[in-house]
């Protein structure tokens, strides 16, 4: 996990801005005069609106007019998401390929179709997941911003270099593997990243990456969590107890995953 969390910082800044903007100089909220229909909710509330959306992804809009304990319309609360650049996305079930990636996909498994089981457990695969309060929202419509806020820089700083870089040199020969997220690509980390062998990744690979069946493993495993601190602790918790034996299996999957990409002619496998 990370010292500071993305989602609480995206709620700071948010609120900051909401704050700077609906008070007057002398500290009181105010309303800005004009033509436009009456608003049903208060300075208090729109912020409250936005920060249930922030905290939780995975929060619908009945479950935030039921908390704001007013009677406003869904087109209401999607206004002040969308007012805060938040908007409802459904997560992809499934990654589109492209006859690039395709291409791409059935290279990288011929480049590597005679590494047996000892060659991958030299392999250090990794991966990331989003985390919410809540319901899983692999499985339901989620509240995002565009674009991330994990950079290069924090990425080299929270990531590699007190965890990643440490465990590497535990490991003589030991390969990292990471995907094309644009932190991992960035120029901090590859500079960061020259010192090791690493092992080159393709788009819309996660049927190759054992750890995808990690993640959703752990998720169902997740209880309900009131807060990120305890959302962070039983995470921790749940990973640190996860079945060596059943991760064993997954990395001894490699080869057959491989010949399942060749064979599927580059297209999807069952992994």
Not at 17 to 35: I, W, Y
Not at 178 to 195: G, I, K
Request: hydrophobic share 35%.
């Amino acid at each position: 996990m990370y010292q500071s969390s993305p989602k609480l910082d995206l709620f700071n800044q948010t609120m900051y801005v909401l704050s700077c903007s609906n008070h007057s100089k002398s500290g009181e909220d105010v309303r800005k005069t004009g033509s436009g229909a009456t608003r049903k909710t208060t300075r208090r509330e729109d912020r409250r609106i936005v920060r249930q959306a922030l905290v939780d992804p995975t929060v619908t809009r009945s479950t935030i007019r039921a908390d704001v304990g007013v009677a406003i319309v869904p087109q209401t609360i999607s206004r002040h998401l969308a007012e805060a650049n938040l908007k409802s996305e459904r997560p992809f079930r499934a990654l589109p390929l492209t006859q690039e990636h395709r291409q791409l996909r059935l290279q990288w498994c011929q480049a590597r179709s005679m590494w047996n089981v000892t060659d991958w457990q030299k392999v250090v695969l990794s991966d990331e997941s989003r985390f919410v309060l809540g319901t899983d929202d692999n499985r339901v419509r989620v509240w995002r911003r565009p674009g991330g806020t994990l950079t290069g820089q924090r990425y080299v700083y929270d990531i590699l270099r007190p965890h990643v870089g440490p465990f590497l040199n535990g490991l003589p020969g030991a390969i990292f593997q990471q995907d094309n997220a644009r932190p991992h690509t960035a120029r901090a980390a590859q500079e960061f990243l020259r010192h090791f062998q690493t092992l080159p990744w393709v788009a819309r690979f996660p049927d190759l990456s054992p750890v995808e069946y990690v993640w959703d493993q752990l998720k169902r495993q997740m209880p309900s969590c009131h807060s990120v601190h305890d959302l962070e602790l039983v995470v921790q918790d749940l990973w640190a107890h996860l079945p060596q034996d059943n991760i064993r299996c997954l990395i001894n999957s490699m080869p057959d995953r491989v010949a399942a990409c060749i064979a599927a002619g580059d297209g999807p496998t069952r992994y």
